[in-house]
């Protein structure tokens, strides 16, 4: 039997942070589903497919590879082989990754991959809809928030230690737009799940937020 710890939340919530945190906590499997849109999102750009063109978007999820691996306690991301921890992180990728990751064959293909990674493991799993869509009966569902102008500092601040260049203004830009584009698509939007636990993590520290949610899961697994 697996035990399935699904994180959902907005965008620059910590949720990344506190998965890997916690994944290592229980010795768990991290699995950083935005990570995997990014990587989709990122090969589009480079081959220059556009949203429209449904049948050059199939071969590439026909034909694409990702792969996360955890290397000096670091999750890198592989695309192809390829190490783009960094390069799904820019500016170009924030500004395209909701729309794509709007798209019916992109989410059918990554939630098959998604199960098929957590298959039989015990996990801890982030992203938007997966404790309402992905894992819908997992173990313990955790709704991350925080106001968008906290998550605007905070992603600055990422960016900054992964020598991204974008000011404080332009990510708050882009936090609130891609708020209202995951809650607002047709299909998996963000959203609360009805059994999950609500955290507002705006005042909290990752690790007050990481010992609350470790104390959630030790209720539900002892």
Do not use: C, H, W
Not at 148 to 170: D, F, H, L, P
Not at 182 to 206: C, E, F, H, Q, V
């Amino acid at each position: 039997m697996s035990f399935v710890v699904a994180i959902d939340g907005p965008a620059g919530t910590g949720k990344g942070t506190i998965a890997a945190l916690i994944a290592k906590d229980f010795g768990f499997l991290n699995v950083d589903t935005g990570a995997m849109f990014r990587s989709v999102t990122l090969a589009m750009l480079r081959e220059n497919i556009k949203l429209e063109e449904e049948t050059r978007i199939q071969k590439l999820l026909d034909e694409i590879q990702i792969e996360l691996e955890e290397e000096n306690d670091k999750q890198i991301v592989l695309l192809n082989g390829e190490d783009v921890t960094k390069e799904i992180r820019t500016k170009e990728v924030n500004a395209f990754i909701s729309e794509v990751s709007a798209l019916p064959m992109v989410r059918r293909k990554l939630l098959d991959l998604q199960r098929e990674i957590a298959k039989d493991k015990n996990v801890v799993m982030e992203g938007r809809d997966i404790g309402t869509t992905v894992f819908p009966n997992a173990n313990v569902k955790i709704y991350l928030d925080a106001s968008s102008e906290e998550r605007a500092r905070r992603r600055v601040r990422q960016n900054e230690e992964k020598g991204i260049t974008m000011s404080y203004e332009e990510v708050l830009e882009s936090v609130k737009r891609r708020d209202k584009l995951d809650s607002t698509r047709k299909l998996a939007p963000l959203k609360k799940a009805d059994d999950a636990i609500y955290i507002d993590g705006t005042n909290l520290t990752i690790e007050e937020t990481q010992e609350k949610i470790k104390t959630i899961i030790e209720e539900k697994m002892y």
